[in-house]
């Protein structure tokens, strides 16, 4: 069965020091991974995707086929990035649902 | 435009009672999800509809949960017989399907709670 996990549920850190937030995810085939995040009293809302291959907000996340790992990691925290934060993934690409991890909350202080 | 709008925003039901939730996603969107989100257990898919096809119901808990879609746009979920275990927040999402790249717009959620 296709499973995401992330091992942690919440990750303090200091502000400027680096961050990366573990995924890692069962699936045979080609998935497709997301990260979502959702900020204090706001929506839930895509950050990234793998196929795009892009840094939003300084954050990046390489897909690791042999790992079967999608880490998000950026170099210098903010204390802005304090939120809850959702890897999915997206087992075709017939729109179908996201397999959500269970999140992993970040705090960052200064 | 306006995005995904879901109401009421809170819900506070007794046991038993069966509640309806509502969705209203972005226009023109033709995927249509329902997804449930709870201390501990994260963000679990409940229920997914694309276009006229019919809908995909695996993530649904039990038979007390159903969802409806009319139209094509809005979208009801309905929980009988409602269970402590039911209180979460429910989240519904749109997408354009596989056609837009899959991103999923959310809604705001709904927050149940059963006593």
């Known amino acids: 069965a296709q499973r995401v996990t992330q091992p942690e549920k919440l990750l303090s850190v200091f502000k400027g020091a680096p961050v990366e937030l573990k995924c890692n995810y069962s699936?045979?085939?080609?998935?497709?991974l997301f990260w979502y995040v959702q900020y204090s009293r706001q929506r839930l809302q895509l950050l990234l995707r793998h196929i795009s291959r892009e840094s939003i907000k300084g954050f990046t996340a390489d897909l690791n086929k042999g790992e079967t790992s999608f880490h998000l990691k950026k170099p210098f925290a903010q204390e802005e990035d304090s939120a809850m934060y959702y890897c999915a993934l997206r087992f075709n690409q017939a729109g179908t649902a996201l397999i959500f991890g269970k999140g992993t909350t970040l705090s960052v202080s200064s | 435009g306006a995005g995904v709008s879901q109401s009421p925003s809170n819900k506070v039901t007794e046991k038993g009672k069966d509640v309806e939730l509502r969705c209203d996603p972005i226009?023109?969107?033709?995927?249509l999800y329902w997804y449930r989100q709870s201390l501990g257990q994260g963000l679990e898919f409940l229920i997914y509809f694309q276009g006229n096809s019919a809908p995909d119901k695996s993530g649904l808990p039990s038979d007390r949960f159903s969802a409806e879609r009319t139209g094509g746009s809005v979208s009801t979920l309905t929980i009988q017989r409602t269970q402590q275990e039911d209180s979460a927040v429910y989240l519904c999402a749109s997408s354009r399907g596989w056609q837009g790249g899959g991103e999923q717009y959310f809604g705001p959620g709904t927050r149940l709670t059963v006593t």
């Open positions: 699936y045979s085939g080609s998935p497709e």
């Open positions: 226009s023109g969107h033709t995927a």
